[in-house]
């Protein structure tokens, strides 16, 4: 990890945004990246609208990101912002859904959808002592409906 001075942020959220997007991919796919609509081998295939890798089955040749089908599913935000916000809610449960908003810095509309999607993968999760990874494996595991849904049991 580098440190000290003259490190730009924008270059910083870069390299933060890339350990994310590693780690999201190893949650995914821990013996490699398999097409999530037939399980063939894929290639790599350009990107997504934020950056991120794009994927085409050789099989079926159907295209697909890292959260495709999945409740992370939304290429306008980074995964860096996923990780900051599902700590975020995990630190302190009572954090309203104002203060979530100017955390976030998104539109009240994006924040709330976002809000809803991870108490609502925390909700999910087994554990009483749940880690970001939990959260995670869960908002990859599910659509974002099927999430949202679980709040109003909070
Ligand atoms: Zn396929």
């Known amino acids: 990890m580098v440190t000290g001075g003259g490190t ?15 780690h999201l991919i190893a949650l995914r796919w821990p013996k490699g990246v398999r097409c999530i609509y037939c399980a063939a081998d894929v290639y790599r295939s350009g990107r997504e609208r934020n950056g991120a890798p794009r994927w085409q089955c050789k099989t079926c040749l159907r295209r697909f990101g890292i959260a495709t089908g ?4 939304d290429a306008r935000l980074s995964y860096e912002m996923w990780a900051r916000a599902i700590e975020l809610l ?9 203060a979530f908003e100017r955390f976030i810095g998104l539109s009240h509309r994006a924040a709330c959808a976002m809000w809803l999607t991870i108490r609502g993968a925390i909700a999910a999760a087994p554990q009483r002592k749940i880690a970001l990874e939990s959260v995670l494996k869960i908002l990859l595991a599910h659509p974002r409906a099927a999430l949202s849904g679980n709040t109003e049991k909070l």
Do not use: F, W
């Not at 730009?8 to 590693?22: G, L, N, S, V, W």
């Not at 999945?70 to 599913?73: C, D, E, K, P």
């Not at 995990?90 to 104002?98: A, K, Q, R, V, Y």
């Open 70 to 73: 999945t409740a992370l599913q």
């Open 90 to 98: 995990l630190t302190d449960g009572s954090t309203t859904l104002l």
């Open 8 to 22: 730009e942020p924008a270059k910083k959220m870069t390299e933060k945004e890339q350990i994310c997007r590693d």
